[in-house]
């Protein structure tokens, strides 16, 4: 059974970074059928896919267009677990955050593991 | 971006009642579609996968159908535990997105 922890801080300043971790048990992080996913929900915004990164035959990332000159997904392998970075966080970026691994062995691709979720909130 | 739009809503159905929640796609998308439930303070929980798939351990009175553009989620007999909201999701490309989600009350 797959398990995913996540940690960090649920709260940030305006400009500031905003860090969270997903610790992975059950699982490799290097796993080539896997692909390590952030997601973030808000009243305004619903359900919003953020990016995600994978490993087949080397590390591969993709971001949401909206977020790509800001945010930063890494795997650490010694650890098994994957990070994001958000940078320059605005009040906007106020939500609950999630990790997901997402199956591509299954055609749907679909999200089968979540974390638990951090409220993050950027407040002065 | 391929956007997802549900209806309804929001629903209130009894407890034993059969009940459908549609999921339309703006482009065409074979059967990449997934659906999830969630309830209040909770990660959403992986339903259905491939439009028509079960998630190991979902109970069968859950189904999924549809490609192309249409695809509905049915649950056939309402149980007290099934009452959330639930999100349909796309892997067609990327990014992914989602719907804005069915809430699904008590009657």
């Known amino acids: 059974q797959v398990e995913l922890q996540q940690s960090g801080p649920g709260l940030a300043k305006p400009s500031q970074t905003l860090s969270l971790t997903c610790a992975i048990s059950g699982d490799s992080v290097s796993n080539n059928v896997a692909a390590w996913n952030w997601i973030r929900q808000s009243p305004s915004r619903g359900l919003e896919w953020l990016g995600r990164?994978?490993?087949?035959?080397?590390?591969?990332?993709d971001y949401a267009v909206s977020l790509r000159s800001r945010i930063i997904i890494s795997a650490d392998t010694s650890k098994n677990q994957f990070s994001l970075q958000v940078n320059s966080v605005t009040p906007a970026d106020t939500a609950v955050y999630f990790c997901?691994?997402?199956?591509?062995?299954?055609?749907?691709?679909?999200?089968?593991?979540w974390g638990q979720g951090t409220l993050v909130t950027v407040s002065p | 971006d391929i956007q997802m739009t549900q209806s309804p809503s929001s629903l209130s159905a009894f407890v034993g009642d059969r009940v459908t929640i549609t999921c339309r796609a703006s482009q065409t998308m074979g059967n990449y579609l997934n659906w999830y439930q969630q309830k209040p303070g909770r990660a959403p929980r992986h339903l259905i996968y491939?439009?028509?798939n079960l998630q190991s351990g979902v109970p069968s009175r859950f189904s999924g159908s549809g490609s192309g553009t249409d695809f509905t989620l049915t649950i056939s007999s309402l149980q007290p535990e099934d009452f959330a909201t639930y999100y349909c999701?796309?892997?067609?490309?990327?990014?992914?997105?989602f719907g804005q989600g069915t809430r699904l009350e008590i009657k």
């Open positions: 997901a691994r997402q199956n591509h062995g299954n055609q749907g691709h679909s999200f089968e593991y």
């Open positions: 491939a439009a028509s």
């Open positions: 990164t994978y490993y087949r035959s080397r590390w591969y990332s």
């Open positions: 999701q796309h892997s067609y490309n990327t990014p992914p997105t």
